[in-house]
């Protein structure tokens, strides 16, 4: 009997993933590999180079074959960065490059979508997909322009030789109305064609094989299924296997991203909230531009596993840090001007190492008051992904702060997450 691999591709801002599994969700392998750094100024722009991407994703998907020789590829799911955007022609050939999600030169727009846009809708920041949508069409006039793209867009786009769509997901701060499954009359008064908007499938949709050119190159079966992904902290929701109304998800990643089920959709843009599909049910939460790139910024991994081992998660600094990498917050203060606090600074690094922790601590714990105040779930219990979920120290901090159980999640990886998306779809 022939054995049977799905693969999850992750997108990030500084590196790829892969996974595959098996049809009984086991990990089969997991492969890994850095991408070129953004192009950051003094401005802070911050934009990458799509064909980085997919040099990255082939050479991966070619170790992934050559390792996995006694198992056949089934599907194929992408998942990548929320808000990360690009236009393209009608092949899909880049015409500009990718701003990622942290990129501010669309800060202009936001009160052109003030006029036009939903109040209700996830559109209103200036790091938002139509944000940067409408920079990205400013700059280039958009005579060529026929698609907009999402990073994970853009590689399922290219893996089945199909351009022009996307997922629910991806497409909720590009202005896509989730809870009645299409674009609003809205988008018509921004004055691009519509036309360049994707036709958008709920996640998981079997969009097509992969293309004979790759799946010759790649080695693959020309059958091989490429289904539509999501984003990154979705697919990592995914990952963690949480199914109950009051689970929630914190990714402590570079940026520290909530989510928390809910029967019902959410959505405050003043406070950077938005719902998202997840079944029959709703993903609510948002993201904060603190997180691991502070600490990153202040320390290396040798120092910050020295000073872990220093503090007492038990006790209080009393510092009051508000940790960002640059000024611009989205959630749960949406503020594209609020400066970092980090100060004062005291002469113990391992004081001021937990003070960064309790920091980001209080922003995850305001960040779960404020969805509950709005009418998200009673919190339960929360799981954690990312880097910082290894942090035993910082998990008894954020237990002790949030007042339910932290658990680190089983699987950390969004790669895993879209595998079992690329699973599900196949074994419908």
């Given at each position: 009997?022939?054995?049977?691999?799905?693969?999850?591709?992750?997108?990030?801002?500084?590196?790829?993933?892969?996974?595959?599994?098996?049809?009984?969700?086991?990990p089969?392998?997991?492969?890994?590999?850095?991408?070129?750094?953004?192009?950051?100024?003094?401005?802070?722009?911050?934009?990458?180079?799509?064909e980085?991407?997919?040099?990255?994703?082939?050479?991966?998907?070619?170790?992934?074959?050559?390792e996995?020789?006694?198992?056949?590829?089934?599907?194929?799911?992408?998942?990548?960065?929320?808000?990360?955007?690009?236009?393209?022609?009608?092949?899909?050939?880049?015409?500009?490059?990718?701003?990622?999600?942290?990129?501010?030169?669309?800060?202009n727009?936001?009160?052109?979508i003030?006029?036009?846009?939903?109040?209700?809708?996830?559109?209103?920041?200036?790091?938002?997909?139509?944000?940067?949508?409408?920079?990205?069409?400013?700059?280039?006039?958009?005579?060529?322009?026929?698609?907009?793209?999402?990073?994970?867009?853009?590689?399922?786009?290219?893996?089945?030789?199909?351009?022009?769509?996307?997922?629910?997901?991806?497409?909720?701060?590009?202005?896509?109305?989730?809870?009645?499954?299409?674009?609003?009359?809205?988008?018509?008064?921004?004055?691009?064609p519509?036309?360049?908007?994707?036709?958008?499938?709920?996640?998981?949709?079997?969009?097509?094989?992969?293309?004979?050119?790759?799946?010759?190159?790649?080695?693959?079966?020309?059958?091989?299924?490429?289904?539509?992904?999501?984003?990154?902290?979705?697919?990592?929701?995914?990952?963690?296997?949480?199914?109950?109304?009051?689970?929630?998800?914190?990714?402590?990643?570079?940026?520290?991203?909530?989510?928390?089920?809910?029967?019902?959709?959410?959505?405050?843009?003043?406070?950077?909230?938005?719902?998202?599909?997840?079944?029959d049910?709703?993903?609510?939460?948002?993201?904060?531009?603190?997180?691991?790139?502070v600490?990153?910024?202040?320390?290396?991994?040798?120092?910050?596993?020295?000073?872990?081992?220093?503090?007492?998660?038990?006790s209080?600094?009393?510092?009051?840090?508000?940790?960002?990498?640059a000024?611009?917050?989205?959630?749960?203060?949406?503020?594209?001007?609020?400066?970092?606090?980090?100060?004062?600074?005291?002469?113990?690094?391992?004081?001021?190492?937990?003070?960064?922790?309790?920091?980001?601590?209080?922003?995850?714990?305001?960040?779960?008051?404020?969805?509950?105040?709005?009418?998200?779930?009673?919190?339960?219990?929360?799981?954690?992904?990312?880097?910082?979920?290894?942090?035993?120290?910082?998990?008894?901090?954020?237990?002790?702060?949030?007042?339910?159980?932290?658990h680190?999640?089983?699987?950390?990886?969004?790669?895993?997450?879209?595998?079992?998306?690329?699973?599900?779809?196949?074994?419908?």
């Amino acid at each position: 009997m022939i054995k049977q691999a799905f693969i999850g591709i992750d997108l990030g801002t500084s590196g790829c993933r892969i996974i595959a599994i098996d049809e009984d969700k086991k990990p089969l392998l997991e492969l890994k590999s850095d991408l070129p750094p953004s192009q950051r100024n003094a401005t802070g722009h911050s934009r990458q180079n799509p064909e980085d991407w997919w040099q990255v994703v082939l050479q991966l998907l070619h170790t992934c074959a050559r390792e996995l020789k006694d198992y056949r590829p089934v599907a194929i799911a992408v998942d990548g960065t929320s808000s990360t955007l690009l236009l393209t022609d009608s092949s899909g050939s880049p015409l500009t490059p990718a701003l990622m999600y942290d990129d501010p030169s669309a800060r202009n727009f936001t009160d052109r979508i003030a006029q036009v846009a939903d109040p209700q809708s996830s559109v209103h920041s200036a790091g938002s997909s139509l944000a940067k949508l409408l920079y990205l069409a400013d700059q280039t006039g958009g005579d060529s322009v026929r698609h907009v793209m999402h990073q994970a867009d853009w590689i399922s786009g290219r893996l089945c030789g199909r351009h022009g769509f996307s997922d629910e997901n991806n497409c909720l701060k590009l202005g896509y109305d989730a809870v009645n499954r299409c674009w609003p009359e809205w988008m018509e008064g921004f004055g691009f064609p519509l036309a360049w908007l994707p036709e958008v499938f709920p996640a998981g949709t079997d969009i097509g094989s992969l293309a004979p050119e790759v799946a010759r190159e790649l080695g693959y079966p020309a059958d091989t299924r490429v289904v539509t992904g999501t984003t990154d902290s979705t697919a990592a929701v995914l990952a963690s296997g949480i199914r109950q109304p009051g689970q929630a998800l914190t990714s402590l990643g570079s940026t520290l991203v909530l989510k928390i089920l809910s029967d019902t959709p959410l959505s405050s843009p003043e406070h950077g909230i938005y719902s998202q599909r997840l079944g029959d049910l709703w993903l609510v939460g948002g993201a904060s531009n603190s997180g691991g790139a502070v600490l990153r910024q202040l320390f290396n991994d040798e120092e910050i596993e020295r000073l872990t081992h220093s503090i007492d998660p038990d006790s209080e600094t009393g510092l009051d840090y508000y940790p960002l990498p640059a000024s611009g917050e989205r959630f749960p203060v949406n503020d594209p001007e609020l400066p970092p606090r980090l100060s004062p600074w005291p002469e113990d690094d391992a004081h001021f190492f937990q003070g960064i922790l309790e920091g980001i601590a209080d922003i995850e714990t305001a960040g779960y008051r404020l969805l509950q105040a709005l009418g998200a779930p009673h919190l339960v219990e929360v799981f954690s992904i990312g880097g910082g979920a290894v942090n035993k120290p910082w998990r008894l901090i954020r237990e002790r702060k949030l007042g339910v159980p932290v658990h680190r999640c089983d699987h950390q990886q969004a790669a895993f997450g879209s595998a079992r998306l690329a699973r599900s779809s196949a074994l419908r």
